[in-house]
């Protein structure tokens, strides 16, 4: 395999391998490097991932993501700092049957189906999304313009009714 981040998930767990690198946004799938919220393309991702078995015996790769990415706030437009510092653990099943059952006892695990060759980009894809807000956006914006500002300066149109029900 000529490229480095290609690996035998099988192979690389089964021997307990390590691999560390990294990425710029705008090198990962369009899937992230064309999101939204990401205010920066020129951030860069660090990973690590390690390979071994758990205590029972199933074969792993523990996938660690790390980064400072800005987004974009969802209210103001300006970037919101977020640490990206994301762990998981995906156990690696050689048939679906093993998966299924595996995930139905323990809602918790992370698995997937063995491949003959994975591009470590998709788990780091993959990791980045699932770890972006829904909806990122600072606490407080600064009271420029934002919804609830307006809001809280507009008369309540209901206490009219309250004064009437008094009466």
């Given at each position: 395999m000529s490229d480095p981040n290609l690996i035998d998930p099988k192979v690389f767990a089964a021997e307990g391998r390590s691999l560390q690198g990294g990425f710029l946004l705008e090198e990962l799938d369009e899937?992230?490097?064309s999101h939204d919220y990401p205010a920066d393309k020129q951030t860069r991702v660090s990973f690590t991932l390690?390979?071994?078995r758990d205590r029972l015996q199933r074969l792993f790769l523990d996938?660690?993501?790390k980064a400072d990415m800005p987004l974009v706030c969802q209210r103001c437009i300006a970037p919101l700092p977020f640490r990206l510092d994301e762990t998981a653990r995906i156990v690696l099943f050689s048939d679906e049957k093993d998966l299924d059952?595996?995930?139905l006892a323990d809602e918790e695990l992370e698995g997937m189906l063995l491949e003959k060759e994975l591009d470590v980009r998709i788990l780091v894809e993959d990791q980045i999304l699932m770890s972006l807000p829904?909806?990122?956006?600072?606490?407080d914006c600064g009271g420029n313009g934002t919804p609830e500002k307006a809001d809280r300066?507009?008369?309540?149109p209901f206490?009219?009714?309250a004064g009437l029900k008094s009466n």
């Open positions: 899937r992230v490097s390690q390979g071994g996938l660690g993501v059952e595996a995930m829904f909806s990122p956006r600072h606490e300066d507009k008369p309540n206490a009219v009714l």
